[in-house]
């Protein structure tokens, strides 16, 4: 079984971690930009960039794993718009980097006005990328707040989204984090959506299972959102068997943990993994 692990944080985690998850099938790994815990200077911004774009490819090949990554400033560093200003300057000379997606995770933290203002800021950089190319927006990946902010949040995200109008195709956005009482707004709109199996703070392997069986598998993805926190990268192994163990079969498997999101990032033309054919029996 192969799979492809669609948000993990790699950088807060050791090179056995990447072993593991090779010997445990993960043929690639997509890596969000995210918080360090604590705030960081403009500059340090850019040597975490050039981390994420040179070195963590290195560290993830030594194990036959393909690195991706996206390049963001984290909504919980949002609220300062002078150093926003800087570091957002720096995101359009390493989106053309050939391991980066697009722009991610954005999106909200405690639902604040200056997050806000950012998030729309780093839309309008997707925008500007993808017209820069003559083609559509680069890929958004976008980060719902914790529990107590995530349902209001997860609406201003879709707000925000909405007042770009034409100019931002859902097909090219995951909103991620979703749980039960998000996750049919996120797909009734036409997104992508994420969920992460943390569960410390999101789901569990049995309420995503629950959640795929209710809503459908179409246009998701199952991550680990694996970080300095307490998590595992193989959690979304548990998930697949959390499925399995529900009767799921290989080809409903091989569509969920590696073909979604495949396809999702397969619309950026450096993701060369393509969707497994799958014979039904």
Request: hydrophobic share 45%.
């Amino acid at each position: 079984m192969f799979l492809i692990d669609p948000h993990v944080h790699m950088v807060s985690r050791t090179t056995t971690d990447y072993e593991n998850m090779a010997m445990a099938g993960v043929v690639a790994v997509s890596e969000p930009a995210f918080w360090a815990g604590f705030d960081r200077s403009p500059a340090a911004f850019s040597d975490y960039y050039r981390q994420l774009t040179e070195f963590e490819p290195t560290r993830a090949a030594s194990f036959g794993i393909r690195h991706f990554c996206w390049i963001c400033l984290n909504p919980k560093e949002a609220e300062d718009l002078g150093k926003a200003r800087e570091v957002l300057s720096l995101i359009p000379d390493f989106l053309s980097r050939p391991n980066v997606l697009g722009v991610g995770e954005i999106g909200l933290h405690k639902n604040t006005p200056h997050e806000m203002e950012v998030f729309r800021r780093h839309v309008q950089l997707a925008i500007d990328a993808g017209a820069a190319r003559g083609g559509p927006h680069a890929l958004i990946l976008i980060h719902t707040p914790h529990l107590a902010d995530k349902l209001k949040g997860t609406r201003l995200i879709l707000d925000m989204l909405r007042e770009f109008g034409a100019a931002i195709d859902p097909a090219r956005v995951l909103i991620d984090h979703v749980e039960e009482h998000t996750i049919s707004m996120v797909k009734d709109a036409g997104y992508w959506a994420g969920m992460t199996i943390y569960p410390t703070t999101k789901a569990t392997p049995e309420r995503a299972i629950d959640m795929i069986e209710v809503y459908g598998a179409e246009q998701m993805c199952i991550n680990a959102a694996a970080d300095w926190g307490i998590s595992d990268p193989l959690w979304i192994h548990r998930t697949m068997l959390e499925a399995q163990r529900r009767g799921q079969n290989r080809a409903a498997l091989i569509r969920l943990f590696h073909n979604n999101p495949a396809s999702f990032f397969g619309q950026h033309p450096g993701f060369s993994i393509r969707p497994i054919e799958v014979v039904e029996k």
